[in-house]
């Protein structure tokens, strides 16, 4: 019986421990690899995190070492040689990517993709910004009449959410815009290889999630691409003149929803349309009466219509339509009861406001990021 009563015992200590090991074992089956960080220090060296971004050294303006360390939600500049001159190019643009640039696409990325096919492009991103470097913090938003994996794309938007060093964009400023509910300084202009707009935040901006859209339906807008181009990349990082250690991006993500309805709202569908603009004029002062009509075969909710007033006009006063921005850039778009235009179906609205110099209308309309057609 007490020989009985010890094999019990043994066999009941046997059981516990293999119970023991299997969960041990299931435990670290189930535990995520951690993440190495790594440094890259070629000069276009890459990785990828998240197995779906692109981080990029990305030194191209300089000779000069630089060294990121990779994370597995951004990256951090470890070192940063030597400096160029600030009323020139940047030295390098350490980033990280959804998209294609030069052949090297991110894993599993949706783009290039049609303007018009975008329903949505949410990010965000959030910096961290060290001491004793010249520098931006900008978003890089590229957009080419084709859908290109190599080479300079025709437009880029640059959001830039911080500036040190007395450095500006390219081009000069042609005013200011609310875009995505935030007040920006608006610069335009050329680096002799593509456009740049770019959209200046007037104090630092540390984090933020907004919808890339937002800024691309200002480039169409302003002329500098249509709803048939295709969005080929979304970037963040710096542009380093001076220095740079010790800045980094610790958090990125960007996802762009295609298809299923109109660019800049949910449940958009079709968004042709055609816009009347009516105006009253006299020395100094004008209003306009718009007109909106969807003639496309769906519903167009939220609706936003987007366009640039004439230099030297600006807006006092709205009607019938949630207005941001007083002058340059203009976005109205439709209140509780207005918010929804059916197909074949109208929306007015209207503004006063002042002027310099001769009168002239907006030349170019686009609703929710689709360009119209003048009534």
């Not at 800024?215 to 740079?244: I, K, M």
């Not at 306009?288 to 006092?316: C, E, H, R, Y």
Request: glycine share 14%; proline share 5%.
């Amino acid at each position: 019986m007490q020989e009985s009563k010890q094999r019990g015992r043994a066999h009941a200590l046997f059981g516990t421990l293999l119970t023991a090991l299997v969960a041990l074992a299931a435990l670290l089956t189930a535990a995520p690899a951690s993440h190495a960080d790594t440094t890259i220090c070629e000069q276009f060296g890459t990785t990828t995190i998240q197995g779906r971004y692109v981080v990029q050294n990305n030194r191209w303006g300089t000779n000069a070492t630089q060294c990121i360390t990779v994370t597995n939600s951004g990256f951090r500049i470890a070192q940063a040689d030597g400096s160029v001159p600030t009323n020139g190019a940047p030295k390098s643009y350490p980033s990280l990517f959804n998209g294609c640039h030069y052949t090297n696409c991110s894993p599993g990325t949706s783009l290039p993709a049609r303007l018009s096919s975008i329903s949505s492009a949410p990010t965000s991103i959030s910096y961290g910004y060290g001491s004793g470097a010249i520098y931006d913090a900008a978003y890089d938003i590229w957009l080419d009449p084709t859908p290109r994996k190599d080479g300079v794309n025709r437009t880029e938007i640059m959001v830039w959410f911080n500036h040190v060093g007395g450095v500006q964009p390219v081009g000069s400023q042609v005013g200011t815009a609310s875009v995505a509910g935030r007040s920006w300084q608006v610069w335009s202009g050329n680096n002799g290889s593509n456009d740049v707009l770019s959209f200046v935040a007037p104090s630092a901006i540390d984090s933020w999630n907004f919808d890339v859209m937002d800024f691309v339906r200002q480039a169409v807008s302003r002329g500098l691409a249509q709803d048939n181009w295709y969005l080929t990349s979304v970037q963040a990082g710096f542009e380093p003149w001076q220095n740079g250690a010790g800045l980094a991006v610790t958090s990125f993500s960007s996802t762009v929803n295609v298809g299923g309805s109109t660019p800049g709202g949910p449940g958009g569908g079709s968004s042709a349309c055609k816009v009347a603009y009516g105006t009253s004029v006299w020395q100094g002062g004008f209003t306009a009466d718009v007109t909106v009509t969807n003639t496309g075969s769906s519903p167009v909710d939220n609706w936003k219509l987007a366009f640039t007033l004439p230099a030297g006009q600006k807006i006092t006063s709205s009607w019938s339509a949630n207005v941001s921005g007083s002058s340059g850039a203009v976005t109205a778009g439709g209140m509780a009861y207005n918010a929804s235009i059916a197909p074949g179906g109208q929306v007015s609205f209207g503004f006063q406001g002042g002027y310099d110099g001769t009168f002239a209308k907006p030349t170019g309309f686009s609703l929710n990021g689709t360009s119209c057609t003048a009534a």
